[in-house]
């Protein structure tokens, strides 16, 4: 007679226990805050799309600028809660192609590119596929065990959040009162392929991750204000505002790639061995 099998198992567990407590076990809450913040990202993203569908361009704007404070957010709130993941940082990834790499040009492509057809498509593609590629070859240089410590000051490349930053800069302008750029949907193109340029080129730009600088105590209250300054111009003009940060960033490019060949010199000679060796004939 054959032997059946015992309802529990030799210490008291039911048979695949483990298995069903790791279906349907429970996750801690701080890694779902993070993902929760990257999914809100999305949102606003996908919600740019619609404002431009609409012809609300403005607020098209807006919608991806709550984006990018969202994709600065999530990041920094899973490291400090210590629930950063595998299934975060693809979620990120994708978000941010939405985001930085669609919804910018999507909102150009409504404003001004559909003008001339074929080419402004060509640009709308363009950008978004060297955006994917940018984000792709930045997923595989975190895997990257050899880089150097200095190295993680600065991006391969423009982000693709500065890239939406930039591409946008004619829709700036337009708020402001330079109406003309929407009559010129070449030039917006010309813009569209320059900024994709730079997010697939190996042009180092300032990453901001390990800014370790220290202010005197009698500098904190005059930073201080100057933030809330900051602050005020931004939302009382905010175009203006934006437009000198596009520029800006522009404009920090070279010191950018001086210092990163400054570091990558210092860290070729420190590595460099000397030997002392004659040399045998």
Same mark, same amino acid.
Request: with cysteine; charged share 15%.
């Given at each position: 007679?054959?032997?059946?099998?015992?309802?529990?198992?030799?210490?008291?567990?039911?048979?695949?226990?483990?298995?069903?407590? =790791?279906? *349907?076990?429970?996750?801690?809450?701080?890694?779902?805050?993070?993902?929760?913040?990257?999914?809100?990202?999305?949102?606003?993203?996908?919600?740019?799309?619609?404002?431009?569908?609409?012809? =609300?361009?403005? /607020?098209? $704007?807006?919608?991806?600028? #709550?984006?990018?404070?969202?994709?600065?957010?999530?990041?920094?709130? /899973?490291?400090?809660? %210590?629930?950063?993941?595998?299934?975060? /940082?693809?979620?990120?990834? +994708?978000?941010?192609?939405?985001?930085?790499?669609?919804?910018?040009?999507?909102?150009? @492509?409504?404003?001004?590119?559909?003008?001339?057809?074929?080419?402004?498509?060509? /640009?709308?593609?363009?950008?978004? $596929?060297?955006?994917?590629?940018?984000?792709?070859?930045?997923?595989?240089?975190?895997?990257?065990? &050899? %880089?150097?410590?200095?190295?993680?000051?600065?991006?391969?490349?423009?982000?693709?959040?500065?890239?939406?930053?930039?591409?946008?800069?004619?829709?700036?302008?337009?708020?402001?009162? *330079?109406?003309?750029?929407?009559?010129?949907?070449?030039?917006?193109?010309?813009?569209?392929?320059?900024?994709?340029?730079?997010?697939?080129?190996? #042009?180092?730009?300032?990453?901001?991750? =390990?800014?370790?600088? =220290?202010?005197?105590?009698?500098?904190?209250?005059?930073?201080?204000? +100057?933030?809330?300054?900051?602050?005020?111009?931004?939302?009382? @003009?905010?175009?203006?505002? *934006?437009?000198?940060?596009?520029?800006? @960033?522009?404009?920090?490019?070279?010191?950018?790639? *001086?210092?990163?060949?400054?570091?990558?010199?210092?860290?070729?000679?420190?590595?460099?061995?000397?030997?002392?060796?004659?040399?045998? &004939?």
């Amino acid at each position: 007679m054959a032997k059946s099998l015992p309802p529990f198992g030799p210490e008291g567990d039911r048979p695949f226990s483990n298995r069903r407590t =790791r279906a *349907f076990g429970t996750l801690p809450i701080r890694t779902v805050i993070p993902n929760a913040l990257t999914v809100l990202a999305l949102c606003a993203g996908l919600t740019a799309i619609r404002f431009a569908l609409e012809g =609300r361009f403005e /607020a098209s $704007v807006v919608a991806i600028i #709550v984006a990018s404070v969202f994709d600065a957010l999530d990041g920094r709130v /899973a490291r400090f809660l %210590k629930g950063t993941s595998r299934f975060g /940082a693809e979620l990120d990834s +994708l978000t941010d192609f939405v985001n930085f790499g669609v919804a910018p040009v999507i909102v150009l @492509y409504l404003w001004s590119l559909s003008a001339i057809g074929g080419i402004g498509w060509i /640009a709308v593609l363009g950008y978004a $596929v060297c955006c994917a590629l940018r984000l792709a070859r930045f997923n595989v240089a975190l895997e990257d065990p &050899d %880089k150097p410590a200095w190295s993680a000051n600065y991006f391969v490349g423009v982000p693709a959040p500065a890239g939406a930053l930039l591409v946008m800069l004619p829709l700036y302008l337009d708020f402001i009162g *330079f109406s003309a750029l929407r009559a010129l949907p070449l030039l917006v193109a010309v813009l569209c392929f320059f900024v994709a340029f730079l997010m697939v080129s190996r #042009v180092p730009t300032f990453s901001g991750k =390990r800014m370790s600088l =220290r202010i005197d105590r009698e500098m904190v209250l005059p930073i201080l204000v +100057l933030v809330g300054i900051v602050a005020a111009v931004v939302m009382n @003009y905010p175009w203006h505002a *934006f437009t000198a940060i596009a520029l800006g @960033y522009l404009a920090v490019m070279p010191v950018s790639i *001086f210092r990163h060949r400054f570091h990558k010199m210092r860290s070729a000679s420190v590595a460099e061995p000397i030997s002392d060796d004659l040399p045998i &004939d």
